[in-house]
């Protein structure tokens, strides 16, 4: 089941129109404040569009189940407004199902485990430090499997060592079934490997193969000089 | 600590209708003719189950309120049914209608809920905070109104309104006890219907709407049943404060727990919490009960305080 967005425009967003088929993966690069979260929250539904749909599903127009197995969105930070709750409850929420009362949801731990969060199981979500919180929200995600996932900048607060163990997560084809990744670092990007969406000003002024988006005369264009392929490393200029 | 507080509460609601200005022996209680008997089961046992009962929905309004707002200070009265049902007993009064004040008061809250609701139905999108704004405008509004009905009433009419608004536990009889015991069991049911989408609304809305929550829905249902319940206790007992407030911070507390496991313990400690202040206000010694809305806030808001306190300190 495809996802497709049809010549979608708001205020910020120009005639936005692509579609990803199921089990492909995306980067989305572009610059701060040039409508990356923005087209993340119209894909979900959050922003309801009638330009979105999903095998024909518009998100914002099915509840329960039926549209949590669509699609997810992760945020860069997490948001958490009860101060006891942990984390392992937490993450029972997460689980597809958890909303009509799974009550005890296997694969928790495994998934803790896998993210090196066993540790903090039954640690209130509001206590853990902004890595902590981010590889929390990846748990969530892994348990809740939609078919589409979009995670936003997944690596902005993590360590070198948390840092690698997300890239092995991301890059594993079989981790989730499409990946939609919004993200400023190049080097992930590049390493990834996967198809590029550029968003400039609001419009789409690349979409295609890695590849092509990473050779260095098309870098320079887009990234004013300020980015440099060096021994097969995506490097800004400091 | 927790063994020892549902200890304490449970002794206190058994004592609680024995205290009181008239001594009652229990020797005389089941004797049936007896004036203890009659004020034991027609007035002290009443009095208590109204302040438990009151109590309780005040207090799980108040965790409600907090939760669907994600606002630590929203209390039950914070949309201003409250203020609906204060200024409509205050017309009935002015009126003459005295005695239909219960009837009139239910009136103004619900024609509060209503008028909510129905602005809501015109916003675009859904946002609580806009909701919670027009509560105020509405709170303030009817304050206003309420002044004119005091600048209009006679000496003794305000009177009457004045002690409205600080609330009172006085009844006689079970009837209206049934009808506050209906609406908790309408409220508790609501509630608990709601548990898992109640959970998910404790993170964020975000987090709720991907697992596949129609979350205006939900907290539209969720605060139109807690406005019901809490306008059919303030047509009772007049608007009593800081219950709503206080009860769900001081529990959280104390159990350390999520708010949705904390469904039945509000309820259970809001209602003692009323039962004690009632049991004090009518215990002080003076001519007259202390109204009752007076002494939750002087209860209560000391209470919070150093509970704030503790907690930042710890």
């Known amino acids: 089941m495809p996802i497709k967005i049809d010549n979608y425009s708001n205020e910020i967003l120009k005639n936005i129109s692509f579609s990803l088929e199921a089990g492909e993966h995306l980067i989305i690069l572009g610059s701060n404040g040039v409508g990356k979260t923005t087209l993340a929250k119209i894909l979900c539904g959050m922003t309801p569009s009638k330009a979105v749909t999903i095998d024909t599903i518009n998100p914002s127009k099915v509840y329960g189940k039926k549209r949590a197995k669509l699609i997810n969105y992760i945020p860069p930070k997490l948001d958490v407004f009860d101060e006891f709750i942990t984390v392992h409850e937490f993450l029972e929420l997460g689980f597809i199902g958890g909303v009509v009362g799974a009550q005890h949801p296997t694969g928790i731990d495994d998934v803790l485990k896998k993210l090196q969060l066993i540790h903090l199981a039954n640690k209130a979500c509001k206590m853990l430090s902004s890595g902590e919180s981010q590889l929390l929200l990846i748990a969530s995600a892994l348990l809740h499997d939609a078919c589409y996932t979009i995670f936003d900048e997944p690596t902005a607060n993590l360590d070198p060592q948390k840092m690698q163990l997300l890239f092995g997560l991301l890059k594993d084809v079989t981790t989730l079934q499409s990946k939609l990744i919004i993200t400023h670092n190049l080097d992930l990007a590049y390493k990834l490997g996967y198809n590029i969406l550029f968003l400039e000003d609001g419009a789409m002024k690349f979409y295609g193969s890695n590849a092509n988006f990473f050779e260095q005369k098309h870098l320079d264009t887009l990234y004013d000089s300020s980015v440099e392929k060096r021994e097969n490393n995506i490097v800004v200029k400091l | ?314």
């Open chain 2, 1 to 314: 600590m927790k063994k020892v507080i549902l200890l304490f509460a449970l002794v206190l609601l058994t004592i609680a209708p024995f205290f009181g200005q008239i001594e009652l022996p229990i020797s005389e209680l089941f004797n049936s003719d007896s004036m203890e008997h009659k004020v034991f089961f027609d007035i002290r046992l009443p009095r208590v189950l109204l302040a438990f009962l009151v109590g309780g929905i005040l207090a799980l309004g108040g965790l409600i309120f907090q939760t669907v707002f994600r606002n630590p200070m929203s209390t039950p009265f914070t949309l201003g049914v409250a203020s609906g049902a204060t200024l409509f007993t205050a017309i009935a009064i002015v009126l003459g209608f005295s005695t239909l004040s219960p009837l009139f008061a239910f009136v103004g809250a619900m024609m509060t809920v209503l008028i909510l609701f129905g602005v809501a139905s015109r916003f675009e999108r859904y946002d609580s905070s806009s909701l919670l704004l027009v509560g105020i405008a509405l709170s303030f509004f009817y304050a206003a109104a309420l002044m004119v009905m005091f600048y209009i009433s006679s000496l003794q009419e305000s009177y009457e309104i004045m002690r409205f608004t600080m609330g009172s536990l006085d009844i006689v009889g079970f009837e209206n006890i049934i009808v506050l015991a209906l609406t908790s069991a309408f409220l508790l049911a609501v509630i608990f219907k709601y548990r898992y989408e109640l959970k998910l609304l404790l993170t964020s809305y975000e987090f709720a709407y991907l697992k596949g929550i129609d979350v205006k829905k939900t907290n539209y249902i969720l605060l139109f049943a807690v406005s019901v319940a809490v306008g059919v206790a303030v047509s009772f007992t007049g608007p009593i404060g800081f219950v709503g407030l206080i009860i769900p911070h001081i529990l959280k507390t104390i159990y350390k727990q999520s708010a949705d496991k904390l469904i039945m313990p509000i309820f259970f400690y809001g209602g003692m919490f009323l039962v004690l202040s009632d049991l004090i206000a009518r215990n002080l010694g003076t001519t007259s009960d202390i109204p009752i809305g007076v002494l939750t806030s002087f209860l209560g808001a000391p209470f919070f305080i150093y509970l704030l306190i503790k907690r930042k300190s710890s």
